[in-house]
């Protein structure tokens, strides 16, 4: 009995480190996680008026343009799948992955072709042990995205979007985790290529109306330059939203890891002390025990 | 429209750097400088890397540095979008000059040089002109 019970004090002790542990990755994430939503709120006003721009743009001119052209046939598909660098994020990871995993099938199933692009250590590490080929991937910025980042990703997919020849892709789609509340993240899959220009995506009260913009150098210049930086600024958007997402994720994981800790170490440290109480019952049963034979031994003798 | 005012807002991709009222915002476009007041008809032009000036009412004039990116005016509603932007008292002029040096020497002439060139060049402008 008594190997047992040091066996679970010392398993009580690695429970409890393995607490701090996760109870500190929690704390963490917490704070990162306001920087994130700090973020995402600082860069909403960018999008914004970007979005502003663009259908104002549409609005008041015939938008004909590579970038919203619907291809007439459409052969070939780009995935870019937004994931983490790191695990220890409950299901964040196998979540979104489980998203892009169900439109590669509906895109193979229309007879396309798929161009596999990631984001994050995670997508690139399920996609590698599943020998499929990766087009190209970014690490190392999961969790707090610059938009030097979102703009080169958005220049290899406009790229990609605009070659004529057999590499050149139809439309591009992006897979991501939408943050919702800090309890609710949900993946996401959008068109990304060609555009759908809406209006806005609050649309105008009603009533008002655009104004008429004169546009300079010209419309169409105006487009060009702005078609791609509202991509990117709509990839953007994605890769902050995913940040938060994989923060809450992993606060909640761990949040439950520190509560499952404390489960154990109850449920331990009753084991333990029932052990230590057999114990204790045991020896005074033996000394009594043995008491007791010394003295009908002594009785016998007299 | 006297006495009415600009309201400007200078965003950049990943923050809002400057908003305020105004009396006269001055950008470079592809097609030159442009000024902006009161009552400006409804624009939207592209701009590229340089310095924008900012008249408050006070009589303060804020320099920021800009890189491309877009002036849209209506109802004396200012936005400047621009990728990255940076106010002049929030540049360290000593590395802007460093890097500016950097540029020149290094001396390639493709466009994006020419760019990176352009972007220093209006990061220690807008400095000098603010102080």
Known sequence: MAVSLREYRARIKSTESMKKITRAMELIAASRIIKAQGRAKAAAPYARELTRAVSAVATFSNVDHPLTTEPADSRRALVLVV???RGLAGAYSSNVLKEAERLIEKLKGEGKEVDLYTTGRKGQAYFKFRERAVVQSWIGFSDQPT???????????IDAFLADDETGVDEVHVVYTRFKSMMVQEPTAIRLL??????????????????LYEFEPSASEVLDALLPKYVQSRIFFALLQAAASELAARQKAMKSATDNADELIKKYKRIANQ???????QEISEIVGGVNALADSNAGNE | MAGSLLQVELVSADRLVWSGEAKMVIARTTEGDMGVLPGHAPVLSVIIEGVVDIQTPQGETWVAAVDAGFLSVSN????????RAEMSHEIDLEKARKDLERLRAAG????????AVRRAEARVRAVERAS
Not at chain 2, 76 to 83: A, G, H, K, M, N
């Open chain 1, 83 to 85: 994931t983490s660098d």
């Open chain 1, 275 to 281: 052990a230590r109480q057999a114990g204790i019952t």
């Open chain 2, 108 to 115: 390639e002439n493709d466009d994006e040089a020419n760019e």
């Open chain 1, 194 to 211: 060609p555009l759908e220009v809406v209006e806005g995506t609050e649309a105008p009260e009603q009533g008002e109306l655009l104004p």
């Open chain 1, 147 to 157: 938009y030097d980042v979102a703009a080169e990703i958005g220049g290899t997919l």
């Open chain 2, 76 to 83: 004396d509603r200012v936005s400047i979008l621009s990728e």
